[in-house]
């Protein structure tokens, strides 16, 4: 059985930092490709940034490149997102999720074969 475990998520004002963790387990983690989304109230989910499985290609969303970092480490099975100069406009759930292949295909919803349960980051002005 797979599960992903988000944690990191909290308040924080504007112009600080947040690094969420993601943990998962039941897959062999360094053969699938990894990403992060999120979800504003009243909005869709959507692509925060994607990473192949080692790492070494990452793309993300327009609107936090620049700000937001993916890394992942291979041997503890962890994806993480440091998320700096964050604004109120990035406040949502964030949702980790595994894709099926070693690179993302996109970065697309549609793609994602696991997610986790979300964590909650709440940005204040």
């Known amino acids: 059985q797979v599960q992903v475990v988000e944690s990191g998520g909290g308040f924080v004002q504007a112009g600080g930092s947040l690094r969420l963790s993601c943990t998962v387990s039941?897959?062999?983690?360094?053969?699938?490709?990894m990403g992060w989304f999120r979800q504003a109230p009243d909005n869709e989910r959507v692509r925060v940034g994607c990473?192949?499985?080692?790492?070494?290609?990452?793309i993300y969303d327009h609107s936090v490149d620049g700000r937001f970092t993916i890394s992942r480490d291979n041997a503890r099975n962890t994806l993480y997102l440091q998320m700096n100069s964050l604004k109120p406009e990035d406040t949502a759930m964030y949702y980790c999720?595994?894709?099926?292949?070693?690179?993302?295909?996109?970065?697309?919803?549609?793609?994602?074969?696991?997610w986790g349960q979300g964590t909650q980051v709440t940005v204040s002005s």
């Open positions: 999720a595994t894709f099926r292949d070693v690179v993302y295909d996109s970065c697309i919803e549609r793609n994602v074969e696991y």
């Open positions: 039941g897959l062999t983690f360094d053969r699938h490709a």
């Open positions: 990473t192949t499985f080692s790492g070494t290609v990452t």
